[in-house]
């Protein structure tokens, strides 16, 4: 994304680079232990090329529930979902296609012998197949009371379907490449979801009976079925692999069991660390899982049999507060997780975002987040929680321990030297011993939002209703200062001991330049909440807040713009550890960063890829190649809503071109211009 100028806003360069997957994700596919792709509602498809460290959308051009993701190709690939949506891809998922799938019904599985036989199950016993890569599919059979979950093939005759005919267990066989099928009921009052043969006559089928996983084996290639022992584990069973004929894994809400003995005894392996339920997985290897929680949006991998375990990306259900950088790479986001109870998360990242570590604080359970991050050096940092805990960290968050400080919440702090610092929240506490110790110095209700220091004994906390304290002499006191706004505050920044600022509800930015004995409103365009403000110097800062907002200033507050973030979620904090590069975060996961953070207008503007315009417009927009851009050797343009819908697609021919959008109703859309190496992002307002 770079930036342009459309009326006032500004598309500054900030980038989601965070490796969050959306919630509602629903099952996943890995080519190998690096290549994987998750689908799920709204017509997503996300694919990763690096274990799950990093995940790019990609434009399945549907908004259905896609329920299932195979490739039997590294580069061909197929996605099922609701309404009979059948999506094939040939390049790893760059494009997808949409076929015709000759059924409205929700289709839930897909499976391919080879590159062009290929089966498809769903609701109403819906059993699809094609013979020639997708390019038609025929009906084999329905039936009006039976649900299929899954579909396995051994071979291009033999293959097993699973799912439920009125609440009863069904699994059912084909020896002649699925021309007709014999139904093995086993009376269980459940369903049977997956099934696997390490061995042609072996084979292990998994669901749940009531509300208990359960397993079938067959040791005469899927003719009898046998109930197998397994330990008591709530809740149903969804997958399972066999590395051989002996060892396997089932995997199920959150529970994982092995056995290496054929299923005669199975051993409950830990999830170790991980705070969620991951129940659909693949094996892309011998010793190497993805599992998927999809309701928590965690992908799990889980290596060498069992015995390592991580959660490689669970933000979707996070709401970041907080983000501190100790250098331009090192850097922690601090935040909430829902809805589990072990909701104080801190992520780490080494290498400016591109990967993270996931780390949660100890304590009590009822602490439910991080509301704030300082590092006083690269290895000691501080935490504030919302029931007054204060976490402190010495070896570069690898682990944390909690100091009581406070019965109340705390929602800032800021350290002037390596021993002295302050937190505020319900009440203003000061440390004079690196954190290990918190003496309270002011009592002023539940108000106070954030505090800043311009100096060793000057700081600044604002909180509710137009709160503003000042103190002079380190903490000792705190007189009140006239902020001439009842607005509440959430922010303050100063760049020297007299110029500061202040941000907070309905779009209130304040100034002083006199050590805040005056305050001066500064317009910011927008009514939205603004939760965070910095500056990189004493002329060019920023300010976050709701539905994604993002507002920078090159000539100390006089004029804002309003800039591109990308999202509509909640940013809560902004923080640039250099000139050029700062980071945003907020809710859902929400993580951006820019690398061009002190550029100006001008110069971003020179390095976008395109020029558009007119902007707004009433018909026809013309597209200009940017002259340092026309090597580039072809330009895919999207034209997308605000809900993420594609409405229009083209290739760029030539370094001038006109589209007409008369069609489009009045409103916000984004423009999507790619290449090869770069996607650029563009507002266009429709009038």
Request: include cysteine.
């Amino acid at each position: 994304m770079s930036l342009i100028i459309i009326n006032g806003i500004v598309a500054q360069d900030w980038q989601l680079i965070n490796p969050t997957p959306k919630t509602g994700l629903y099952n996943l596919y890995f080519t190998d232990d690096y290549t994987g792709y998750i689908v799920g509602t709204n017509g997503t498809i996300m694919k990763t090329i690096n274990g799950g460290s990093t995940w790019q959308e990609q434009n399945s051009g549907s908004t259905n529930l896609l329920r299932s993701v195979l490739f039997p190709e590294t580069s061909t690939g197929y996605v099922v979902g609701d309404s009979g949506i059948i999506l094939k891809t040939s390049n790893g998922g760059t494009t997808w296609l949409k076929e015709n799938s000759g059924t409205f019904r929700n289709l839930y599985s897909v499976f391919f012998v080879d590159k062009n036989t290929g089966y498809v199950v769903g609701d109403t016993g819906t059993i699809l197949k094609t013979n020639n890569g997708g390019l038609e599919w025929i009906m084999l059979q329905d039936h009006p009371t039976i649900k299929l979950n899954s579909i396995y093939f051994l071979n291009e005759n033999v293959g097993f379907i699973l799912g439920y005919n009125n609440w009863s267990g069904i699994i059912m066989k084909t020896i002649d490449g699925g021309l007709n099928w014999s139904i093995h009921a086993h009376g269980i009052f459940g369903v049977f979801s997956s099934a696997y043969f390490p061995v042609d006559s072996i084979g292990y089928a998994v669901g749940s009976e009531g509300q208990a996983g359960t397993v079938y084996k067959t040791v005469d290639g899927g003719n009898t079925w046998n109930w197998v022992p397994t330990p008591n584990i709530d809740w149903y069973f969804h997958s399972v692999f066999f590395s051989d004929a002996y060892t396997g894994y089932i995997i199920g809400w959150g529970n994982v069991i092995r056995t290496e003995d054929g299923g005669q005894t199975w051993n409950i392996l830990p999830f170790e660390g991980i705070y969620s339920s991951p129940d659909k997985a693949s094996f892309p290897s011998y010793n190497t899982c993805y599992a998927l929680s999809q309701n928590e949006a965690t992908i799990v991998k889980i290596a060498d049999g069992g015995k390592e375990w991580k959660t490689i990306s669970s933000y979707a259900n996070v709401w970041f507060n907080s983000v501190y950088f100790t250098d331009i790479n090192i850097g922690y986001f601090g935040g909430t997780q829902y809805p589990s109870t072990m909701g104080r998360v801190v992520v780490k990242t080494m290498d400016g975002g591109e990967s993270t570590v996931h780390n949660y604080c100890p304590g009590l359970s009822y602490i439910t987040g991080i509301t704030s991050l300082f590092f006083t050096n690269s290895n000691t940092g501080f935490a504030t929680t919302d029931f007054g805990f204060i976490f402190k960290t010495m070896d570069g968050g690898e682990t944390w321990t909690s100091i009581s400080a406070s019965q109340w919440e705390l929602n800032s702090l800021f350290f002037t030297n390596e021993n002295t610092g302050y937190a505020v929240g319900s009440e203003i506490l000061k440390t004079v011993d690196g954190g290990n110790t918190w003496i309270k110095k002011s009592s002023f209700g539940q108000d106070l939002g954030s505090v800043f220091f311009a100096g060793p004994d000057i700081g600044y906390a604002v909180g509710y209703y137009g709160k503003i304290l000042k103190t002079s002499d380190g903490g000792t006191t705190w007189d009140p200062m006239n902020s001439g706004t009842y607005n509440d505050l959430s922010s303050v920044y100063f760049t020297d001991q007299y110029v500061g600022y202040t941000v907070g509800g309905n779009g209130s930015i304040f100034k002083t330049i006199d050590g805040g004995i005056n305050w001066v409103g500064q317009y910011s365009g927008t009514d939205n909440f603004l939760s965070s403000v910095f500056f990189i110097n004493p002329e060019i800062g920023y300010v976050v807040g709701d539905s994604g907002i993002i507002l920078k200033t090159n000539n100390g507050g006089s004029v804002w713009n309003l800039e591109s973030s990308g999202t509509s979620n909640f940013l809560r904090s902004v923080y640039f550890p250099s000139n050029d590069i700062g980071y945003a975060v907020g809710d859902r996961g929400t993580i951006l960063k820019t690398l061009n953070g002190s550029s100006t207008i001008d110069e971003l503007k020179q390095k976008n890829l395109i020029n558009l315009y007119p902007n707004p417009t009433h018909g026809k927009v013309y597209f200009e190649i940017s002259a340092i851009n026309l090597n580039q050797s072809t330009f895919f343009v999207s034209i997308i809503n605000v809900m993420g819908n594609e409405l229009m697609n083209f290739t760029l021919q030539g370094s001038n071109m006109n589209i007409d959008v008369s069609s489009l109703p009045s409103g916000f859309y984004f423009v999507k211009v790619e290449t090869d190496s770069r996607i650029e992002l563009h507002k266009l307002i429709k009038e």
